[in-house]
């Protein structure tokens, strides 16, 4: 388990987002045919990771909209 305040805690997130840009940076460069579609992939999942915290709401978040929207 990761302890809240740990290095990976803190780094995990965006050393993946990294690596995953690293990977797909690589596969699209020295890659062809099929490992363009791994680059795709990758790239594509380090753009959703990285928009993620952006588009979502926590549920706290969406409930203090929906009570500030009541008053």
Do not use: E
């Not at 780094?11 to 680059?39: K, R």
């Not at 706290?60 to 009570?67: C, D, F, G, H, T």
Request: charge should be neutral.
């Amino acid at each position: 388990m990761m302890q809240a305040g740990g290095f990976l805690w803190i780094y995990g997130a965006p050393l993946a987002l990294g690596v995953c840009g690293l990977l797909g940076v690589g596969f699209a460069l020295f890659g062809d045919a099929g490992w363009d579609a791994v680059s795709w992939l990758a790239l594509g999942a380090m753009t959703a990771g990285g928009l993620w915290p952006a588009l979502v709401r926590t549920g706290k978040a969406r409930a203090n909209a929906v009570s500030d929207s009541q008053h």
